[in-house]
């Protein structure tokens, strides 16, 4: 999702609502349950490059490079 592409959608949204994030992402969920919430803890900007690790994990190698561009990166806690 881009930017703008979410941008678009939050500006339907109420101004006061809360924002969490969810996974079904059965890697991320804790034993016995369907999905799990994440809270939004900040929100920054880095340059990095797309990569994908030994064993096929997709990862970011940060830094400024030929290949780089920026991504905003969300960090998300588990804890709210």
Do not use: W
Request: charged residues 25%.
């Amino acid at each position: 999702m881009k930017v703008t592409e979410l941008i678009t959608k939050l500006q339907s949204l109420p101004l006061n609502a809360d924002i969490l994030c969810y996974t079904e992402d059965e890697n991320l969920q804790v034993k016995g349950n369907m999905f799990r919430i994440l809270d939004i803890d900040d929100v920054s900007l880095s340059e990095a490059t797309k990569i994908r690790m030994q064993d096929t994990n997709p990862s970011l190698k940060f830094g400024k490079s030929e290949s780089s561009e920026p991504h905003v990166m969300i960090s998300v806690t588990s804890d709210f």
